[in-house]
């Protein structure tokens, strides 16, 4: 079984452009969490989508959003960039909510200039 | 407000000894925890969880040990080996909502 894809991998962008980050996850799982990594900061929670319907948020700005569509892939976009929004976006997704593993991507390294 | 913390970013153990990553929380409404570990380029895996009913979860090589009273679990590796060498990550979920909330890892290094 094909494990969480994203899309793109690396993604250099400048200040106040935006960005949309791609997720699909593993067939059958129909939850999708979104992470940020920072070496600052470790991993922080964005948000959780299920059934298309976002579930939980995290402490992020209103620039940080995100999508589900009804194969369960996601995105997330971030807009008007800041430097401080380079990081690594990390995608998590699982059977259903509740206590269920996560299963991660490898993630999308944003770099903003 | 960091909830989850890894105070040690770091740990060198020698193989086929005892690695013990250790972890604090504060938020007392935490009752679901996970270790995941990380190696460079990948995304986090899965390694063991413990749910606040238990104070102990063990599977293979790791064991989760978790003290309710004092905030504070810890991952037992034993025998470490070589492939071990990865960030470890500690996190913690509430009953009323799934987001986990992850320490900033520990780097453990094993070595020959």
């Known amino acids: 079984k094909a494990g969480v894809t994203q899309t793109p991998r690396y993604l250099i962008k400048t200040r106040g452009q935006q960005v949309t980050l791609s997720c699909s996850p593993i067939s059958g799982h129909r939850s999708v969490s979104w992470y940020q990594q920072t070496p600052g900061q470790g991993l922080q929670f964005l948000f959780e989508?299920?059934?298309?319907?976002?579930?939980n948020k995290g402490n992020f700005p209103g620039r940080f959003s995100g999508r589900q569509f009804s194969n369960s892939r996601s995105e997330m976009n971030v807009s008007t960039l800041e430097l401080g929004d380079s990081a690594l976006y990390l995608c998590?997704?699982?059977?259903?909510?509740?206590?269920?593993?996560?299963?991660f991507g490898p993630g999308t390294r944003l770099t903003v200039l | 407000d960091q909830q989850v913390k890894q105070n040690s970013p770091s740990l060198s153990v020698q193989e086929g000894r005892i690695s013990i990553l250790n972890c604090d929380y504060t938020?007392?409404?935490?009752?679901?925890f996970l270790w995941y570990k990380k190696y460079p380029a990948e995304g986090p895996t899965f390694l063991i969880s413990i749910s606040s009913i238990k104070d102990k979860n063990e599977d293979g090589r790791f064991t989760v040990f978790l003290n309710k009273s004092a905030k504070h679990l810890s991952l037992h590796i034993v025998p470490s080996q070589p492939g071990d060498s990865a960030v470890y990550f500690c996190a913690a979920s509430e009953n009323s909502g799934y987001a986990l909330n992850f320490g900033k890892g520990t780097s453990l290094l094993v070595t020959p």
């Open positions: 998590a997704s699982s059977l259903d909510v509740g206590r269920n593993e996560q299963f």
């Open positions: 989508y299920f059934s298309e319907t976002q579930r």
């Open positions: 938020n007392s409404m935490f009752d679901y």
